[in-house]
């Protein structure tokens, strides 16, 4: 128990020895960590989002085909190109990250760049590019839906009037003064089935029309939902983060310092003592 309090005296004793050498290293360490934390070129990173398309019949509607066109360098070749901006779209490929948000058609876009600014307006330009590339689809789903539409109202004009004809066909029949004869009894009996046939036919195209309709009104190209705005705080380095660490390995460095210089006086002494033993 002595032994372990006279260890402990001396290594409180060593280090209040050299409390001096110890603050000027965590000084340097701490003044180097402000240094590098401000020499370093801040990282930004900037984010935006976009919905794809909801109309059929072409890959971009397609959320993993999206996904690969917009981490594709050929696309980003063609923004930085549009942009004017020097820069490989290898690196930018290295630094733009696409996700999938699970159970959506939604995308999420994310860059770290130096300027904030430029990161902003490459996600909105690759994000409008990616819109531009749809609109040639989407013309001609909705010009295909607006000649099915057309023909469908066509059809719903025509069995309408077929509709009237028979009915007036059937109260013509009814109506004669003479004697309902089997045969008539039989004619009329066919056109109130080819009535009801028409009727329901009609009611269904009239439900396609509603659906057609409504798909119509709904139907939408890709959207950019969150454009990418500039961050105001840089995400790299985090200065106090750093200058913590600097502080921290400095005083690490500096307790060693201290106990490798006792140590090293602690080593010596003997030498000393003998040489003077030898020169008695």
Do not use: C
Not at 40 to 59: F, R, W
Not at 140 to 159: D, F
């Amino acid at each position: 128990m002595e032994e372990q309090e006279i260890s402990l005296r001396e290594l409180i004793e060593v280090l209040l020895k050299r409390k001096k050498i110890i603050f000027i290293v965590t000084a340097i360490a701490l003044i180097a960590g402000v240094v590098v934390s401000f020499m370093i070129t801040p990282i930004y990173k900037v984010s935006g989002k976009m919905q794809l398309a909801n109309y059929e019949g072409s890959d971009l509607t397609n959320i993993n085909y999206a996904a690969q066109v917009l981490s594709s360098r050929d696309t980003y070749r063609a923004v930085l190109q549009s942009l004017n901006i020097d820069m490989r779209a290898s690196d930018l490929k290295k630094k733009l990250e696409v996700n999938i948000i699970k159970d959506t058609n939604i995308i999420e876009l994310s860059l770290e760049h130096p300027s904030s600014d430029e990161a902003a307006l490459i996600l909105n330009t690759l994000m409008e590019l990616y819109k531009e590339m749809g609109k040639g689809d989407l013309q001609r789903y909705q010009n295909k839906l607006q000649a099915e539409l057309k023909n469908v109202e066509g059809e719903i004009v025509i069995g309408n009037k077929i509709i009237e004809e028979v009915a007036k066909t059937i109260e013509d029949l009814k109506n004669k003064g003479q004697r309902v004869y089997l045969e008539q009894s039989l004619a009329i009996s066919e056109m109130h089935k080819y009535l009801y046939d028409n009727q329901t036919r009609v009611y269904d195209l009239n439900l396609r029309l509603i659906e057609l309709e409504n798909k119509s009104n709904s139907i939408k190209g890709s959207t950019k939902i969150e454009s990418a705005v500039p961050a105001k705080d840089p995400i790299k380095p985090n200065k106090k983060v750093n200058i913590a660490i600097a502080g921290v390995l400095g005083i690490m460095l500096g307790v060693f310092i201290a106990f490798f210089g006792a140590y090293w006086e602690s080593a010596a002494e003997p030498s000393e003592s003998s040489k003077d033993t030898a020169l008695s």
